[in-house]
T-cell receptor, first 113, second 113 residues
């Protein structure tokens, strides 16, 4: 699986958009990009995933560059409860098979009042 | 149930004792994963089940660790002759398989004294 690179930490002001970058320059054509977050003392929480196209759900937006070598997770209006470690992961999922996700060190996002 | 349930939530055991950790996945989720997270560390993959079979056991750290899944549902992670370095939060996750995200449980915090 392709390796990802994320900044170790970021700050964001409450109410502003949080833009979390991820580099995955060795990604292959059938690998998906996943984002999870882990709030202190809780299990990780799935946020969003995508293959080529930009994706949006109730939690966040995922912007994937045209060459797929990097992506950005956008939390449009960050709140204090969004303070967490955010993980960017790339993984191939053959049809009808699960397969493991490998978590790196992630980005520790601190949302400040 | 609505989420992934793990029990016990906390377990303190003496060095050398065996422990069993239980995971109840979301009903209908065919894929089940075990991870562990030591204090201040990232998530470490242990084992993956598809149905009752375990096609990927590559993360089990030693032969003291084993896991089984019965009826395509409940899974048990067993650690024999526990050591202090086994102290960690053990997390279980399940998914429908395919490219969807995982749902994690809240974990079992294991302390070996």
């Amino acid at each position: 699986d392709a390796k990802t690179t994320q900044p170790p930490s970021m700050d964001c002001a409450e109410g502003r958009a949080a833009n979390l970058p991820c580099n995955h320059s060795t990604i292959s054509g059938n690998e998906y990009v996943y984002w999870y977050r882990q709030i202190h003392s809780q299990g990780p929480q799935y946020i969003i995933h995508g293959l080529k196209n930009n994706e949006t759900n109730e939690m966040a937006s995922l912007i994937i560059t045209e060459d797929r070598k990097s992506s950005t997770l956008i939390l449009p209006h960050a709140t204090l409860r969004d303070t967490a470690v955010y993980y960017c992961i790339v993984r191939v999922f053959p049809y009808n098979q699960g397969g493991k996700l490998i978590f790196g060190q992630g980005t520790e996002l601190s949302v400040k009042p | 149930g609505a989420g992934v349930s793990q029990s016990p939530s906390n377990k303190v055991t003496e060095k050398g004792k065996d422990v069993e950790l239980r995971c109840d996945p979301i009903s209908g989720h065919t894929a089940l994963y075990w991870y562990r997270q030591s204090l201040g560390q990232g998530l470490e993959f242990l084992i993956y089940f598809q149905g009752n079979s375990a096609p990927d056991k590559s993360g089990l750290p030693s032969d003291r660790f084993s896991a089984e899944r019965t009826g395509g549902s409940v899974s048990t992670l067993t650690i024999q002759r526990t050591q202090q370095e086994d102290s960690a939060v053990y997390l279980c996750a399940s998914s429908k398989g395919g490219a969807g995200g995982y749902t994690f449980g809240s974990g079992t915090r294991l302390t070996v004294v």
